[in-house]
Nanobody, 124 residues
Framework: QLQLVESGGGLVQPGGSLRLSCAAS????????IGWFRQAPGKEREGVSC????????NYADSVKGRFTISRDNAKNTVYLQMNSLKPEDTAVYYCAAGRSVQPMCIRRWYGYWGQGTQVTVSS
């Protein structure tokens, strides 16, 4: 059974950092892209950053470029999202998703498998 489990969310002050983890099980990721999406209250779910498992190529939303870094650990079947210089507008539920694609495009409809989400709150 395909499963994605996120962890690492929490409350952090503006300017702080968090690292989210997404552990995948039940399938081989070779032909998948893994993405991080987020949804703030009253807003649509948006793509944050995505990575191609096969070659490690990445993609970032303009709003997080230079602050967030996505990476993968092949041995652990895990994808990470390192978030630095966090801002209040980064507050959202963050979801990990997997989709059958070798391109790291954060196009929501490409992703058919989703985790349960983890809350990130940036506030003083």
């Amino acid at each position: 059974q395909l499963q994605l489990v996120e962890s690492g969310g929490g409350l952090v002050q503006p300017g702080g950092s968090l690292r989210l983890s997404c552990a995948a099980s039940g399938f081989t990721l070779d032909y998948y892209a893994i993405g991080w999406f987020r949804q703030a209250p009253g807003k649509e779910r948006e793509g944050v950053s995505c990575i191609s498992w096969s070659d490690g190529s990445t993609n970032y939303a303009d709003s997080v470029k230079g602050r967030f870094t996505i990476s993968r650990d092949n041995a652990k079947n895990t994808v990470y999202l390192q978030m630095n210089s966090l801002k209040p507008e980064d507050t959202a539920v963050y979801y990990c998703a997997a989709g059958r694609s070798v391109q790291p495009m954060c196009i929501r409809r490409w992703y058919g498998y989703w985790g349960q989400g983890t809350q990130v709150t940036v506030s003083s």
